[in-house]
């Protein structure tokens, strides 16, 4: 039997982006998607983004999100399925004091290391944000290694 646990961080790491749901203002669910980086232990996702975007201003209201990465390219529909969805919350990092996090994310998008320089948030020049998804549940669902396909994996907080 395979580790579920090794395989959910292996299908997250590899992912190349992921689906977010956030919550709108009348508590209907809206689906973007994100490039992202990720940390495990604690387990945590990051994504940059405009703060007007509507999944920033749903967070801003309501922190709890969920979402998805499927780990396999899509080409035949019959294909077995991998990938992972997981809960948790979600905000906006501060301005200044997130090296880390700037870190993590630029260290996975390199590229991006110009929209969330340090100086440039700071400073209110930068046009995108820092947010952190805090994992609080995990669901690998791998249709080769595992039957059922379904294995809830704690999450590390």
């Known amino acids: 039997m395979s ?8 299908y997250v790491s590899a992912g190349k982006a992921l689906q977010l749901a956030t919550l709108d203002g009348s ?4 689906v973007c998607n994100l490039w992202f980086a990720s940390a495990f232990a604690a387990d945590r996702l990051w994504f940059i983004s405009r703060p007007d975007r509507a999944h920033c201003v749903n967070i801003r209201a309501d922190e709890r999100v969920a979402g998805a990465i499927v780990a396999i390219e899509l080409s035949v529909l019959s294909e077995p399925v991998r990938g992972v969805q997981f809960v948790g919350t979600a905000r906006e990092l501060p301005v200044s004091g997130i090296d880390e996090d700037i870190a993590a994310y630029v260290g996975r998008h390199p590229s991006a ?3 969330i320089d340090p100086a440039r948030l700071a400073s209110g020049e930068a046009h995108h944000r820092v947010y952190r998804v805090d994992v609080t ?10 039957k059922p396909p379904r294995q809830d994996v704690p999450a590390i907080v």
């Open 3 to 10: 580790d579920a646990r090794a395989l959910l961080e292996e």
């Open 27 to 30: 508590g209907a669910p809206v």
């Open 113 to 115: 290391a110009n929209a």
């Open 137 to 146: 549940g995990w669901v690998l669902y791998d249709e080769v290694n595992f």
